[in-house]
Protein backbone atom coordinates (compact mmCIF):
# COMPACT_ATOMS: atom_id res chain seq x y z
CA UNK A 1 0.00 0.00 0.00
CA UNK A 2 1.13 3.44 -0.67
CA UNK A 3 2.61 5.42 1.98
CA UNK A 4 0.49 7.93 3.07
CA UNK A 5 3.23 10.42 4.48
CA UNK A 6 4.29 14.15 3.59
CA UNK A 7 6.92 16.58 4.21
CA UNK A 8 7.01 17.29 8.42
CA UNK A 9 5.46 14.20 9.91
CA UNK A 10 7.30 11.73 12.18
CA UNK A 11 7.30 8.96 11.21
CA UNK A 12 7.72 4.92 13.24
CA UNK A 13 8.66 2.07 12.02
CA UNK A 14 8.77 -0.42 14.74
CA UNK A 15 10.90 -3.76 13.58
CA UNK A 16 12.21 -1.66 10.59
CA UNK A 17 14.27 -4.38 8.89
CA UNK A 18 16.20 -3.08 6.12
CA UNK A 19 15.16 0.42 6.61
CA UNK A 20 12.88 0.50 2.62
CA UNK A 21 9.96 1.83 4.80
CA UNK A 22 12.12 4.73 6.10
CA UNK A 23 13.89 5.88 3.23
CA UNK A 24 10.48 5.92 1.08
CA UNK A 25 9.41 8.05 3.89
CA UNK A 26 12.35 10.33 4.59
CA UNK A 27 12.01 10.81 0.31
CA UNK A 28 8.33 12.16 1.25
CA UNK A 29 10.00 15.17 3.54
CA UNK A 30 9.30 12.92 7.02
CA UNK A 31 11.49 12.26 9.99
CA UNK A 32 11.89 8.90 9.93
CA UNK A 33 12.62 6.86 13.01
CA UNK A 34 13.23 2.86 12.86
CA UNK A 35 13.76 0.27 16.00
CA UNK A 36 14.86 -3.16 14.83
CA UNK A 37 15.77 -5.91 17.18
CA UNK A 38 17.45 -8.48 14.99
CA UNK A 39 22.06 -7.10 15.06
CA UNK A 40 22.77 -8.07 11.60
CA UNK A 41 19.10 -6.65 10.13
CA UNK A 42 19.86 -3.94 12.39
CA UNK A 43 23.37 -2.62 10.89
CA UNK A 44 22.00 -3.38 7.54
CA UNK A 45 19.17 -0.82 8.01
CA UNK A 46 22.10 1.70 9.08
CA UNK A 47 24.19 0.97 6.20
CA UNK A 48 21.69 1.83 3.74
CA UNK A 49 20.26 4.81 5.50
CA UNK A 50 23.27 6.63 6.10
CA UNK A 51 23.19 9.32 3.47
CA UNK A 52 19.38 10.27 5.10
CA UNK A 53 20.00 13.41 7.90
CA UNK A 54 16.17 12.90 8.72
CA UNK A 55 16.31 9.30 9.47
CA UNK A 56 17.39 7.79 12.56
CA UNK A 57 17.68 3.51 13.42
CA UNK A 58 18.15 2.34 17.23
CA UNK A 59 18.82 -1.23 17.87
CA UNK A 60 16.45 -2.59 20.52
CA UNK A 61 12.91 -3.25 21.89
CA UNK A 62 10.52 -0.70 20.54
CA UNK A 63 7.98 -1.98 23.19
CA UNK A 64 9.70 -0.13 25.69
CA UNK A 65 9.37 3.78 23.95
CA UNK A 66 6.63 6.25 23.72
CA UNK A 67 5.32 7.10 20.55
CA UNK A 68 2.95 10.32 21.07
CA UNK A 69 4.87 12.32 19.24
CA UNK A 70 3.92 10.38 15.90
CA UNK A 71 2.29 11.16 13.48
CA UNK A 72 2.67 7.64 11.61
CA UNK A 73 3.62 4.66 12.92
CA UNK A 74 4.48 1.35 10.44
CA UNK A 75 4.54 -1.82 11.71
CA UNK A 76 4.37 -5.69 10.41
CA UNK A 77 3.53 -7.49 13.81
CA UNK A 78 2.12 -11.00 14.15
CA UNK A 79 -1.28 -11.85 15.34
CA UNK A 80 -0.87 -11.75 18.69
CA UNK A 81 1.95 -8.85 18.73
CA UNK A 82 -1.45 -6.32 17.31
CA UNK A 83 -3.31 -7.53 20.73
CA UNK A 84 -0.60 -6.27 22.33
CA UNK A 85 -0.06 -3.19 20.25
CA UNK A 86 -3.97 -2.36 20.74
CA UNK A 87 -3.32 -2.75 24.26
CA UNK A 88 0.06 -0.92 25.01
CA UNK A 89 0.66 1.84 22.59
CA UNK A 90 -2.61 2.57 20.45
CA UNK A 91 -3.84 4.29 23.65
CA UNK A 92 -0.88 6.25 24.27
CA UNK A 93 -1.20 7.57 20.67
CA UNK A 94 -2.09 11.46 19.85
CA UNK A 95 -5.80 12.10 18.07
CA UNK A 96 -4.96 11.47 14.34
CA UNK A 97 -2.06 9.43 14.73
CA UNK A 98 -1.98 6.78 11.27
CA UNK A 99 -1.07 3.38 11.95
CA UNK A 100 -0.27 1.33 9.28
CA UNK A 101 -0.07 -2.33 10.24
CA UNK A 102 0.77 -5.27 6.97
CA UNK A 103 -1.40 -8.07 7.18
CA UNK A 104 -2.58 -8.30 10.58
CA UNK A 105 -5.32 -6.33 12.42
CA UNK A 106 -5.62 -5.27 15.62
CA UNK A 107 -8.71 -7.15 17.36
CA UNK A 108 -11.30 -4.64 18.05
CA UNK A 109 -10.17 -1.19 16.34
CA UNK A 110 -12.12 -0.59 13.58
CA UNK A 111 -9.68 0.05 10.55
CA UNK A 112 -10.38 3.23 8.09
CA UNK A 113 -8.92 1.23 4.67
CA UNK A 114 -7.73 -1.79 3.65
CA UNK A 115 -5.27 -1.58 0.67
CA UNK A 116 -3.27 -4.74 -0.51
CA UNK A 117 -1.81 -5.74 2.66
CA UNK A 118 -1.87 -2.59 4.49
CA UNK A 119 -4.39 -2.17 6.81
CA UNK A 120 -5.19 1.95 8.10
CA UNK A 121 -6.42 2.90 10.95
CA UNK A 122 -6.43 6.51 12.19
CA UNK A 123 -6.64 6.97 16.20
Known sequence: SD??????DKVYDLGCGDGRLLI?????GADAI?????LPTYLLARLRTRNYAT???YW???W?????????ICCYLLKEKMVDFEKQIW???KKGTRVISH????PTVKHVKKEGGGILYVK
Open 3 to 8: LDVSTG
Open 24 to 28: AAAKR
Open 34 to 38: GYEYS
Open 55 to 57: IQV
Open 60 to 62: GDF
Open 64 to 72: KREYRDADV
Open 91 to 93: PTL
Open 103 to 106: TFEM
